[in-house]
């Protein structure tokens, strides 16, 4: 059975501190893996689509990262504006275009 | 903008009643989703289409129906609601990404609260 595991669950950030979050992922045929973005009320708006193992892709300060077991999202010099719910989801090759998606990290960025 | 519009947006019904959302695109794509979000269980898929009147299920759909009669439209039923049907319901649809996957964009959200 496919898994997806986020870490930490939530994340307090300084201004200008930077950090990773992890996306632990176990799936039989990875398609691709995909990050999000959701704020508070809203839908989650895509961010990212890594295909295979050492691919990375960067925008303004966030740059993820995929192995052939986990993803990382670095956060490089973090705004308050970056405060959201960062959601990481798999598609598997037989799924049929589904996505299984783990259950978040919370980050709040402080000024 | 990926030009999804999802209605109502709130909706607050009694258990048993049936209900009825609604997901439009205006993009023409092939593939449109439901999924629901509770805390504690992330996004979770209920069913998805992957053209007109074709239909399947998700993880989810145990209580749950949908149609599609239009490339635009795709509509979800609650037959008879239940409490534990309260949720944040989300639409999607999704275009190639290219290398045979497919990205998928979401809508705003219907909140639905059964009591």
């Known amino acids: 059975e496919d898994q997806v595991t986020q870490s930490p669950e939530a994340l307090r950030l300084q201004e200008g501190e930077s950090s990773s979050l992890n996306c632990s992922y176990t799936v039989s045929g990875l398609r691709g893996l995909f990050w999000y973005r959701q704020d508070p009320g809203k839908g989650p708006e895509f961010l990212f689509t890594l295909y295979s193992a050492g691919e990375e892709k960067e925008k303004e300060r966030l740059k993820a990262t995929l192995t052939k077991k986990e993803s990382f999202l670095h956060i490089t010099a973090p705004k308050p504006e970056d405060s959201a719910t960062y959601l990481c989801a798999v598609q598997a090759v037989y799924s049929g275009y589904a996505l299984n998606f783990g259950k978040g990290t919370s980050l709040l960025v402080t000024p | 903008d990926a030009g999804i519009t999802q209605s109502p947006r709130h909706k607050v019904t009694e258990t048993g009643t049936p209900v009825t959302l609604r997901c439009h695109q205006t993009?023409?794509?092939?593939?449109m989703y439901w999924y629901r979000q509770d805390p504690g269980h992330g996004l979770r898929l209920i069913h998805y289409s992957y053209g007109v009147k074709d239909t399947d299920k998700g993880e989810v759909s145990d209580g749950y129906s949908v149609s599609r009669s239009k490339t635009e439209d795709f509509l979800l039923t609650l037959e008879s609601a239940t409490s534990s049907q309260t949720s944040v319901y989300f639409c999607?649809?999704?275009?190639?990404?290219?290398?045979?996957?497919?990205?998928?964009?979401f809508g705003p959200g219907t909140r639905l609260t059964v009591t």
């Open positions: 999607a649809i999704s275009e190639s990404g290219g290398r045979g996957l497919y990205e998928q964009y």
């Open positions: 993009e023409n794509h092939r593939y």
